[in-house]
């Protein structure tokens, strides 16, 4: 596609369930990174690819969050037992490599947990 | 002390002023340094980035580093509401991966 997606766009969630969050980067991208924005935050890094492997994974809050990316291509971010303070807009971004200077991002995912 | 902090605003200047951003950031190793402009309820989209101290200049916009001092900033000239949004800073740091640190932004209201 022309640009980085994500779906769903939007997700209400009650408390204790699980959910995935997908992104589809840009066709040719090798690094794809995910970020979350709480309200009036900055931008949160999460974890980031590199082709299929995650070689940094510091940014994942809790053994809750997972995230896989397969064929080099899409990647779902899974939370498991999702709580309150889940809610946030999860983005993902991709670039051509990690020296790559920019990161184009998708419209992002906002969650909302009940 | 945050990895990379701005004033979070609001700044406000009037249409056709100079709009100054202004961030610190604490790891002395970064390497490049990024200025995102979002829009309430839209995604980051990159403006420009800096890695050499000095100037970087895009159209109406200039980007200035000063690695001695670790603050970054960003001039918008001629300012218009259109420019209206919350900027982020972003700091890539000393490790190879990539990430990015994010200040929280600084939203700029340029009033007609």
């Known amino acids: 596609g022309a640009g980085v997606s994500q779906s769903p766009s939007n997700k209400v969630t009650e408390k204790g369930k699980d959910v995935e969050l997908r992104c589809d980067p840009i066709?040719?991208?090798?690094?794809l990174y995910w970020y979350r924005q709480s309200l009036g935050q900055g931008l949160e890094f999460l974890i980031y690819?590199?082709?299929?492997?995650?070689?940094?994974k510091s940014g994942l809050p809790s053994d809750r969050f997972s995230a896989e990316r397969t064929g080099g291509s899409v990647s779902t971010l899974t939370i498991q037992r999702t709580q309150q303070e889940d809610s946030a807009v999860y983005l993902c971004?991709?670039?051509?490599?990690?020296?790559?200077?920019?990161?184009?991002f998708g419209p992002g995912t906002r969650l909302l947990v009940l | 002390q945050k990895e990379v902090e701005q004033n979070s605003g609001p700044l406000s200047v009037p249409e056709g002023a100079i709009a100054s951003l202004n961030c610190t950031y604490s790891d002395r190793g970064s390497q490049s340094f990024f200025w995102y402009r979002q829009y309430s309820g839209k995604s980051p989209e990159l403006i420009m980035f800096i890695y050499s101290n000095g100037d970087k200049e895009d159209g109406r916009f200039t980007a200035q580093l000063n690695k001695a001092s670790q603050y970054v900033s960003l001039l918008i000239r001629d300012s218009q509401p259109s420019d209206s949004a919350t900027y982020l800073c972003?700091?890539?740091?000393?490790?190879?991966?990539?990430?990015?640190?994010f200040g929280q932004g600084t939203t700029l209201q340029v009033k007609p």
């Open positions: 690819f590199q082709g299929n492997s995650a070689p940094d």
């Open positions: 971004a991709s670039s051509l490599g990690t020296s790559s200077e920019t990161q184009y």
């Open positions: 066709s040719g991208h090798t690094a």
């Open positions: 972003a700091v890539r740091g000393s490790s190879n991966t990539g990430k990015l640190i």
